[in-house]
Nanobody, 126 residues
Framework: QVQLVESGGELVQAGGSLRLSCAAS????????MGWFRQAPGKEREFVAG????????YYTDSVKGRFTISRDNAKNTVYLQMNSLKPEDTAVFYC???????????????????WGQGTQVTVSS
């Protein structure tokens, strides 16, 4: 089992940058595919970015490609989401998620992930 704690969300102006962090407990962090999701008010939780367990593969939803970068540090049991050129439409609660896998697969749906953090609020003002 793994517990996830996100941090780094805050209010930022459009065009600004933020880096979200997700710290994971447990000794087998490198066995997990990690993902970032977000949920805006009144909308479904949506996939943002994912990274494979061995850091070889990443995947992004189209709306954040070229602006967001997901990375992980297995020695620190932490996954990051660097967000640049933020837009008001990026405003949401961002969630970190983990899925224990035995391959380089990246899940892009909520059902692929078993463990979730509590979320961190990102607000982008225009």
């Amino acid at each position: 089992q793994v517990q996830l704690v996100e941090s780094g969300g805050e209010l930022v102006q459009a065009g600004g940058s933020l880096r979200l962090s997700c710290a994971a407990s447990g000794r087998t962090f490198s066995s997990y595919t990690m993902g970032w999701f977000r949920q805006a008010p009144g909308k479904e939780r949506e996939f943002v970015a994912g990274i494979s367990r061995n850091d070889e593969r990443t995947y992004y939803t189209d709306s954040v490609k070229g602006r967001f970068t997901i990375s992980r540090d297995n020695a620190k049991n932490t996954v990051y989401l660097q967000m640049n050129s933020l837009k008001p439409e990026d405003t949401a609660v961002f969630y970190c998620a983990a899925a224990e896998t035995f391959s380089n697969i990246i899940f892009t749906t909520k059902t692929g992930y078993k463990y979730w953090g509590q979320g961190t609020q990102v607000t982008v003002s225009s």
